[in-house]
């Protein structure tokens, strides 16, 4: 099992910008494919990033593509997401999510990730 506390939210302007931290501990973090998710008031929690376990590998969902970039430091068991152009609409808790992994894919699917964090607020103002 791996623990995971996300850092790094809160509120900004439409078009600024938020780094989200995610720290692990417990198992290695190199060995799990890492995503980020959200979830809005009233809505499913959905996909938004995630990484391979080298980091080579990165998909993004259509809707923050291009504004949105996730990294991984395996040496410091963190994974960052990156978000710049903030809209409104990306208003929801962000969470980090780790799924063991034996290849160096990646996974858009919220039930395949087993270890969550508690989530972070991010609320973009228009």
């Known amino acids: 099992q791996v623990q995971l506390a996300e850092s790094g939210g809160g509120l900004v302007q439409a078009g600024g910008s938020l780094r989200l931290s995610c720290a692990a501990s417990?198992?290695?973090?190199?060995?799990?494919?890492m995503g980020w998710f959200r979830q809005a008031p009233g809505k499913e929690r959905e996909f938004v990033a995630a990484v391979s376990r080298n980091g080579d590998n990165t998909y993004y969902a259509d809707s923050v593509k291009g504004r949105f970039s996730i990294s991984r430091d395996n040496a410091k068991n963190t994974v960052y997401l990156q978000m710049n152009s903030l809209r409104p609409d990306d208003t929801a808790v962000y969470y980090c999510?780790?799924?063991?992994?034996?290849?160096?894919?990646?996974?858009?699917?919220?039930?395949?990730?087993?270890?969550w964090g508690q989530g972070a607020q991010v609320t973009v103002s228009s």
């Open positions: 417990g198992r290695p973090l190199s060995l799990h494919c």
């Open positions: 999510a780790a799924r063991m992994a034996y290849t160096n894919g990646v996974v858009a699917t919220v039930g395949e990730y087993a270890d």
